[in-house]
């Protein structure tokens, strides 16, 4: 089993891309529960590990991690309101977000007593390591499974407009590497952080994976190699929830191969590096060819 862990919320997405005013239309969102719902998809076991709302926003996205396959066993529930994202989405198909998140369910996260004994790999990212008191628990998990030898897999999918001290996140962003085992970020989000990927690839991560948008990605692994592959072509509709996509599918393909773990990760070499890209990347371009955070079905890959 994968546990991924982090937030759930309501995007409000423009019906008219570039037009500020059209109407908007909610969707089920967030960048961990995008990657629990495509891990689904995929064939993957999977269980979400958040505090949710029990208002009706809250309740469909329990409906929907349950119609997807979703183990929703470690979901904690309580009346505070769910936390909304207002999406624009340019001209180009890219997304950018504005964030309501004062006083949401997620952030009064509480650390788990413990996992279900299945689970080989847990996933992190987004506004869940940001807005406290929810963020700490959340790390606290992180700190406690990776001591305990599970495979800890880290995107930090930045959304600035939350962050109310970049230098104090980037200082708490390089205490979390030595945790970590495998760190997908986009090259958006590496120039943010301002640092070296290179660096953050001998810092603990056995393997890390920038994606590149149309350009494809690539991986640096702790030994000092690096591969690339290209990206898919496609005609881009939105890019919403492709980042999450490809965290989904590199769990996947790593954990069918039976290589959730920083020593299996060292000896994939060439071919297997590119085996995995290529199957994270065929996967983002699918959700890329339609609206929203729609992540493919195992049959479309």
Not at 48 to 60: I, K, P, Q, V, W
Not at 129 to 137: D, K, R
Request: proline share 5%; aromatic share 6%; net charge negative.
């Amino acid at each position: 089993m994968i546990v991924v862990a982090g937030e759930a919320l309501i995007d409000l997405v423009p019906q008219t891309r570039g037009d500020a005013l059209a109407p908007l239309l909610p969707a089920r969102g967030g960048g961990p529960y995008n990657t629990a719902v495509a891990l689904a998809r995929l064939g993957s076991e999977v269980a979400f590990c958040s505090r949710l709302s029990t208002d009706a926003f809250g309740e469909s996205l329990v409906d929907r991690l349950r119609r997807e396959g979703v183990d929703t066993g470690l979901l904690q529930r309580g009346p505070e309101p769910t936390t909304l994202a207002v999406a624009s989405v340019g001209a180009d198909g890219s997304a950018g977000y504005r964030f309501y998140a004062e006083g949401t369910a997620d952030r009064l996260f509480r650390v788990p007593d413990g996992l279900p004994a299945a689970t080989r790999a847990l996933s992190f990212g987004t506004c869940s390591l940001v807005l406290e008191p929810g963020a700490s628990a959340y790390e606290e998990l992180m700190r406690r499974e990776a001591d305990r030898g599970r495979f800890v897999a880290l995107d930090p999918n930045v959304r600035a407009g939350l962050i109310p001290d970049a230098d104090a996140y980037r200082r708490r962003f390089e205490g979390w590497l030595r945790h970590v085992t495998l760190l997908k970020l986009s090259e958006e989000d590496a120039d943010w952080l301002g640092g070296d990927e290179r660096a953050w690839a001998e810092a603990g991560p056995a393997a890390v994976v920038v994606t590149r948008g149309a350009a494809g990605m690539t991986v640096l692994t702790r030994d000092g190699e690096e591969f690339s592959v290209p990206g898919e072509e496609v005609e881009v509709v939105d890019t919403i929830g492709a980042g999450d996509t490809v965290n989904a599918a590199l769990l996947h393909a790593l954990s069918e191969r039976g290589l959730l773990s920083a020593d299996a990760l060292g000896r994939l070499g060439r071919r297997g590096w590119d085996e995995v890209l290529g199957y994270a990347a065929r996967a983002a371009a699918v959700t890329c060819s339609r609206a929203g955070a729609e992540p493919p079905h195992a049959r479309e890959l």
